[in-house]
């Protein structure tokens, strides 16, 4: 059974710093892009960033670039988020997502399959 | 970069059919798209693939009636038989050409 558990949410002050982890099980983490989604309060859905299966590329949206770094270790089935210079507007559920398989990248087939539980970030003073 | 437009809200009488839909902006008509659903307090769920033939593939578990269709840049998801738990915002995804995800604004179903 594919499981995506978040973890390392929490309530940070502005300009501040938080790392979110995601640990992946009951499937080859290493085949698979990986993404962090988030989602304001009352919001849609939002895409963060991406990883492709060997870390070697990464992308995110503009309105985190130089502040959020996404990171992972296939030893440790565990895909990462990097969060610093917080700001109020990053207060969101966020979300581990998995992607496609390098694979099915290069076939078309991009797209979202299993998402994590979501795991909170609150930027307040 | 493509733009996913879903409207707002939909409402369907329980037992009866809604039809949801998501249309992708011009010059990316071909693109596989995505249905996720969240049910009020909860994460995603990833409900199907929709490409732009109009073959969909359901995820693990999402029930008969639910499917997936395609006329041009619209890819649909009609739900027949709606059950109360049907309620939940519905959205599309798609990933463009520089590996950036893009997601609809998302539709409300409310069930009557």
């Known amino acids: 059974e594919v499981q995506l558990v978040e973890s390392g949410g929490g309530l940070v002050q502005p300009g501040g710093s938080l790392r979110l982890s995601c640990a992946a099980s009951?499937?080859?983490?290493?085949?698979?892009?990986m993404s962090w989604v988030r989602q304001a309060p009352g919001k849609g859905l939002e895409w963060v960033a991406n990883?492709?299966?060997?870390?070697?590329?990464?992308y995110c949206v503009d309105s985190v670039k130089g502040r959020f770094t996404i990171s992972r270790d296939n030893a440790k089935n565990s895909v990462y988020l990097q969060m610093n210079s917080l700001r109020a507007e990053d207060t969101a559920v966020y979300y581990c997502a998995r992607g496609p398989t390098y694979y099915d990248f290069w076939s078309g087939e991009k797209y979202f399959d299993y998402w994590g539980q979501g795991t909170l970030v609150t930027v307040s003073s | 970069q493509p733009v996913l437009t879903q409207s707002s809200s939909a409402s369907a009488s329980l037992g009866s059919s809604v039809r949801l839909t998501c249309t992708l902006s011009?010059?990316?008509?071909?693109?596989?798209i995505a249905w996720h659903q969240q049910q009020p307090g909860k994460a995603p769920r990833y409900f199907m693939k929709?490409?732009?033939?109009?073959?969909?593939n359901k995820g693990s578990g999402v029930p008969d009636r639910f499917s997936g269709s395609s006329s041009g840049a619209h890819r649909y998801l009609t739900i027949s038989n709606l059950q109360s738990e049907d309620e939940a915002d519905y959205y599309c995804e798609t990933w463009d050409s520089n590996t950036h995800v893009v997601f609809g604004g998302g539709t409300k179903l409310t069930v009557l």
């Open positions: 990883i492709k299966h060997d870390g070697s590329e990464k």
């Open positions: 929709v490409e732009g033939s109009g073959t969909y």
């Open positions: 009951g499937f080859t983490f290493s085949s698979y892009w």
């Open positions: 011009s010059g990316h008509s071909s693109y596989i």
